[in-house]
């Protein structure tokens, strides 16, 4: 094709990159977020329908042309009108917060800026406040001069990256090069009440089943650190060497707190590597109340700590900090020539996360920060554990609920029991699963239920800081009125 | 604590939720961002300077209070003074496309709305969008009735996600559960062609170096399908058990095509998984001038196709596709019971992906799909590979370049060599860096370097649509005044 012959973009092309345009797109759908943020406390939590419905709701016969009846502005109203709202202060089910509104602006410039970050020029601004929002949360957490680490993609990938480096540090041998075949297989002690990508991790890199020895639990569902010795023997037995201790702060089901500073002790004794998956719970590091629950916390070799629980950013933006920030580098090694001319430079990123293309989310952060303070996080931190507390409070003086333990952070496990009801067992079980379903059908709250010790049993996690005493009221409410 | 003595939030949690507040700066943050766009391609593509200098300009030390002089809306407008432009004419550097604006708007309601997508509850809008995506890509991909798959988190993710399929499905023994101890060490056969991710998921899943067996590529760094019985008699002679050819569509650095016929036919012939990493090119099935590229993808087990590279999507929206959908459950396959009740859940995405909670991001391209139309993106990627081939033309045409090969996609491999310069070899090499890192600091132009065949040569992914025979012709300018 010679110079001359290569025509102009279509119309089309042009006219979806007009920045007036955007402009004009950009103003509606805001007001569109802002009327639903207004209206977060009408109507129901959850709009119910059927996956069956909802696909059908949804086709996937897209036009060549626009569908005039589906411009974007049509679309994202129709999408505020279906999806699950977290902003309401009845909203008391996953682990998802609702987001900071102001992470929601600064997520729509990441998206258009959309600068990738594997290498720093292609992150100028990305790559320094990904660096300074990491280099706050492990001094946050206590960690050490030489901490570090980087931004990934959720908690399951974290947990994942943070294995490898455990992997590279702890195997005895080099499994990059040689593979898992070269050596005895490896293995993690941890509690089954760790996050079901502890597990996953360990079977994708290979270990199986054997690869997570159990670890058992206290009456309050936390890892018990006197069975560790007897777990480490397990693995031994097994002809496995044990690398490394999952602990977890808090627990998914419950928010329970492994006892960090006697695992750590074990570890330091046994040359095992301590990661601690604090997805969940690390941010009670925030606050002087509840500080206490991460003791220990700045003796684990690797940390999960998720942006997107209880700092109240958009999913998904994930922290993987080491106490010895070059760890950072053994959980991948190798080259791209088209990337980076040589390994260990710490301005480019990518070397350090599975991701190669990234989404701009420490500026997210980093903006949040600022804009907010410090303070407001440590408020958020308080105010949804306090929630917690007031919760499991009134179950305790309701006659006819029953809480399974003392809350450590913002989720609550409880059952309703009627005072002349069904005795625990199938009919108990039975009884919680069709109340959840009930209120998830009637929208008017939301909550889970979960498996504690085999029994059924209802769970909150309280991630809306506007939530109130009215709201805990309400929900014990459309409990009994379900039942 | 009693419920009375529950204290309501405090004032700066209620302001940060406040949706006034939310709409004035959404109003404010949407001007910042139409001015922007608008300015796309005036100044520099790249306002370069050096990481540290970039590190001190974005501290750390992160108040308690709001910084007064870092509100929200000036840390976006300094955010975007100092990124490197994607919407800019002469951006020519790494496959990373200036969003579609729309999606931009779309990701905002996403971050809003931070529906969770683990389980439809959490995403019952967010689910449905991410299914309809997922089939029109596989019909576009031709894939038979029953193929289906899932978004993921990046390519690098999706590439993982691929061989922990083609693991269950082929390994012959159950890894996830016995580990891979169990039996001989796997191994897929690649071109050395092939992106750094697939490298790095066979070493993750503990395979070594070994577990990625070379195969030959031909002049045109296209995988020969001639040297797969060799590689294939190697891999068995170090005692592997070869699962899986991996091919590129196309590959990274050069953008060539596979051949993708030959390669189904000897995996056919040999019980071999197909996976094909069409993150970058897969999309050349959206036109009829380029769908011959992609013959024989619709015999691929499993493909992956990242949404944002050539679907210009921001980052990151990975598909995962699999020939029979029902490999999807093969990669991960556990339980947990507060999410889950029971497995194969079609309405429950998190059964299928690593992540657990994702972000809605098949929600952004199923607004953009319907508000821009298919053909839109048709347009898009006709026109990136014309504007490529545009560029070949105008570099054969110039005495003082040297084209590596003629383009099959929208990448662009060159070198710059004055009529009397250095010779081949290592001071034509240092004169390819030198420009191309003289041309960054200038910040007028933005396109790379990598190594073909030992030697550095230039290369440009065209991803601007709206880039013109102008800025080619500024492109091989500023390399000659950059000599």
Redesign the interface.
Same mark, same amino acid.
């Given at each position: 094709?010679?110079?001359d012959?290569?025509p102009?973009?279509?119309p089309?092309?042009?006219a979806?990159?007009d920045?007036?345009?955007?402009?004009a797109?950009? /103003?509606a759908?805001? +007001?569109r977020?802002?009327?639903?943020?207004?209206a977060?406390a009408d109507g129901p939590v959850?709009?119910?329908?059927s996956?069956t419905a @909802?696909?059908a709701?949804?086709? +996937?016969d897209? $036009?060549?042309?626009?569908?005039p009846a589906? +411009?974007?502005v049509t679309?994202?109203e129709?999408?505020?009108a279906?999806?699950?709202r977290? *902003?309401h202060p009845r909203y008391l089910? /996953?682990q998802?917060? $609702?987001?900071?509104?102001?992470?929601?602006?600064?997520?729509?410039?990441?998206?258009?800026?959309?600068?990738?970050m @594997?290498?720093?020029?292609?992150?100028?601004? @990305?790559? $320094?406040?990904e660096?300074?929002?990491v280099?706050?949360m492990a001094?946050t957490l206590g960690l050490p001069d030489g901490a570090g680490g980087l931004l990934t993609? &959720?908690? #399951?990938?974290g947990n %994942?990256t943070a294995l490898?480096a455990a992997r590279a540090a702890r195997a005895g041998h080099d499994?990059?090069?040689?593979?898992?075949?070269?050596a005895?297989?490896l293995a993690v002690l941890v509690a089954r009440t760790a996050?079901? #990508?502890i597990?996953?991790a360990v079977?994708?890199?290979?270990?199986?089943?054997?690869?997570a020895v159990a670890v058992a639990v206290d009456a309050g569902y936390r890892l018990d650190p006197s069975d560790l010795a007897r777990a480490h023997a397990v693995a031994l037995a097994e002809g496995r060497r044990p690398i490394a201790v999952v602990a977890s702060a808090g627990s998914?089901?419950t928010g329970a707190y492994d006892p960090l500073e006697p695992i750590a002790d074990f570890c330091a004794a046994h040359g095992l590597w301590l990661h601690v998956d604090g997805a969940h719970g690390a941010a009670a590091a925030l606050s002087p109340l509840h500080a206490h629950r991460v003791r220990g916390l700045e003796r684990a070799d690797s940390i999960v700590w998720?942006a *997107?629980k209880l700092l109240a950013m958009?999913?998904?933006c994930t922290a993987v900090l080491y106490r010895d920030a070059e760890h950072a580098y053994g959980a991948?090694a190798?080259?791209? #020539?088209?990337?980076f001319a040589r390994e260990r430079q710490?301005?480019n990123l990518g070397l350090r996360t %599975?991701?190669?293309?990234?989404?701009m989310m420490g500026?997210i952060v980093?903006?949040?920060?600022?804009?907010? &303070?410090?303070?407001?996080f440590r408020?958020?931190v308080e105010?949804v554990f306090? %929630?917690a @507390?007031?919760l499991a409070?009134?179950l305790e003086?309701a006659a006819d609920f029953e809480l399974a333990l003392t809350p450590e952070a913002n989720i609550v496990c409880f059952r309703y029991r009627p005072v002349s009801g069904p005795m625990p067992g199938p009919d108990l079980d039975a009884l919680q699963a069709a109340v959840r379903t009930r209120c998830?059908d009637r929208g008017e709250v939301?909550f889970?239920?979960?498996?504690l010790g085999g029994e059924r049993w209802l769970?909150t996690a309280v991630m809306n $800081?506007?939530t109130? &005493?009215v709201e805990? +009221?309400a929900l014990l409410d459309a409990i009994r009125a379900a039942a």
């Amino acid at each position: 094709m010679s110079a001359d012959e290569l025509p102009p973009p279509s119309p089309r092309l042009v006219a979806a990159y007009d920045a007036e345009r955007f402009r004009a797109d950009g /103003h509606a759908v805001i +007001d569109r977020l802002a009327d639903h943020l207004a209206a977060a406390a009408d109507g129901p939590v959850l709009p119910w329908q059927s996956p069956t419905a @909802a696909v059908a709701a949804w086709p +996937d016969d897209f $036009p060549d042309e626009p569908d005039p009846a589906a +411009d974007l502005v049509t679309t994202i109203e129709r999408t505020l009108a279906g999806s699950i709202r977290l *902003h309401h202060p009845r909203y008391l089910g /996953h682990q998802v917060p $609702p987001p900071l509104p102001a992470a929601a602006l600064a997520d729509a410039m990441a998206a258009l800026l959309n600068n990738g970050m @594997a290498v720093y020029e292609m992150g100028g601004v @990305a790559t $320094p406040h990904e660096l300074a929002v990491v280099s706050w949360m492990a001094r946050t957490l206590g960690l050490p001069d030489g901490a570090g680490g980087l931004l990934t993609s &959720g908690g #399951s990938l974290g947990n %994942l990256t943070a294995l490898l480096a455990a992997r590279a540090a702890r195997a005895g041998h080099d499994v990059w090069t040689e593979g898992s075949h070269a050596a005895a297989p490896l293995a993690v002690l941890v509690a089954r009440t760790a996050h079901y #990508s502890i597990d996953r991790a360990v079977r994708t890199l290979g270990w199986g089943e054997g690869g997570a020895v159990a670890v058992a639990v206290d009456a309050g569902y936390r890892l018990d650190p006197s069975d560790l010795a007897r777990a480490h023997a397990v693995a031994l037995a097994e002809g496995r060497r044990p690398i490394a201790v999952v602990a977890s702060a808090g627990s998914t089901a419950t928010g329970a707190y492994d006892p960090l500073e006697p695992i750590a002790d074990f570890c330091a004794a046994h040359g095992l590597w301590l990661h601690v998956d604090g997805a969940h719970g690390a941010a009670a590091a925030l606050s002087p109340l509840h500080a206490h629950r991460v003791r220990g916390l700045e003796r684990a070799d690797s940390i999960v700590w998720d942006a *997107h629980k209880l700092l109240a950013m958009p999913a998904l933006c994930t922290a993987v900090l080491y106490r010895d920030a070059e760890h950072a580098y053994g959980a991948f090694a190798q080259e791209a #020539s088209y990337l980076f001319a040589r390994e260990r430079q710490w301005w480019n990123l990518g070397l350090r996360t %599975l991701e190669c293309t990234k989404r701009m989310m420490g500026s997210i952060v980093y903006a949040c920060l600022r804009a907010h &303070g410090v303070g407001w996080f440590r408020d958020y931190v308080e105010r949804v554990f306090a %929630l917690a @507390a007031a919760l499991a409070a009134r179950l305790e003086a309701a006659a006819d609920f029953e809480l399974a333990l003392t809350p450590e952070a913002n989720i609550v496990c409880f059952r309703y029991r009627p005072v002349s009801g069904p005795m625990p067992g199938p009919d108990l079980d039975a009884l919680q699963a069709a109340v959840r379903t009930r209120c998830r059908d009637r929208g008017e709250v939301y909550f889970l239920d979960t498996l504690l010790g085999g029994e059924r049993w209802l769970r909150t996690a309280v991630m809306n $800081p506007l939530t109130t &005493g009215v709201e805990l +009221d309400a929900l014990l409410d459309a409990i009994r009125a379900a039942a």
